[in-house]
């Protein structure tokens, strides 16, 4: 298995959902991101320049969630994704979003796996 850096349930607030109403106030959200870098960890000579900054990458996501309405989880998943490959060394990531709507479930969840 490469190297990687795990961010589990990182709470994030965006306005997302196919209804108007569900979009008028900002919702709870979970993303968890699994980051495989460019490099092994084993390169890194404990400089954080070598790396990927995870506390950037969290503030990335929240700002991205936060910029503006969607109908889609899905969309922001893409969104997401796209954002974090240009922004960071990262040679693969998963993204999933989890969505706390539905009230007979704990969570409904979309997973990516980008590139």
Same mark, same amino acid.
């Given at each position: 298995?490469?190297?990687?850096?795990?961010?589990?349930?990182?709470?994030?607030?965006?306005? @997302?959902?196919?209804?108007?109403?569900?979009?008028?106030?900002?919702?709870?959200?979970?993303?968890?991101?699994?980051?495989?870098?460019?490099?092994? *960890?084993?390169?890194?000579?404990?400089?954080?320049?070598?790396?990927?900054?995870?506390?950037?990458?969290?503030?990335?996501?929240?700002?991205?969630?936060?910029?503006?309405?969607?109908?889609?989880?899905?969309?922001?998943?893409?969104?997401?994704?796209?954002?974090?490959?240009?922004? *960071?060394?990262?040679?693969?990531?998963?993204?999933?979003?989890?969505? *706390? @709507?539905?009230?007979?479930?704990?969570?409904?969840?979309?997973?990516?796996?980008?590139?």
């Amino acid at each position: 298995m490469p190297d990687q850096i795990h961010i589990e349930a990182l709470e994030i607030r965006a306005r @997302i959902g196919v209804p108007e109403e569900e979009r008028a106030t900002p919702q709870r959200l979970t993303v968890s991101l699994t980051l495989e870098l460019k490099t092994d *960890f084993r390169d890194l000579c404990d400089r954080i320049e070598a790396t990927i900054d995870y506390a950037a990458v969290c503030e990335a996501v929240k700002a991205l969630a936060a910029a503006q309405p969607r109908h889609l989880v899905e969309t922001l998943a893409e969104e997401i994704a796209a954002d974090l490959l240009k922004r *960071f060394p990262i040679r693969r990531l998963t993204v999933e979003v989890r969505k *706390f @709507i539905l009230s007979e479930t704990e969570y409904v969840a979309i997973r990516i796996k980008r590139p």
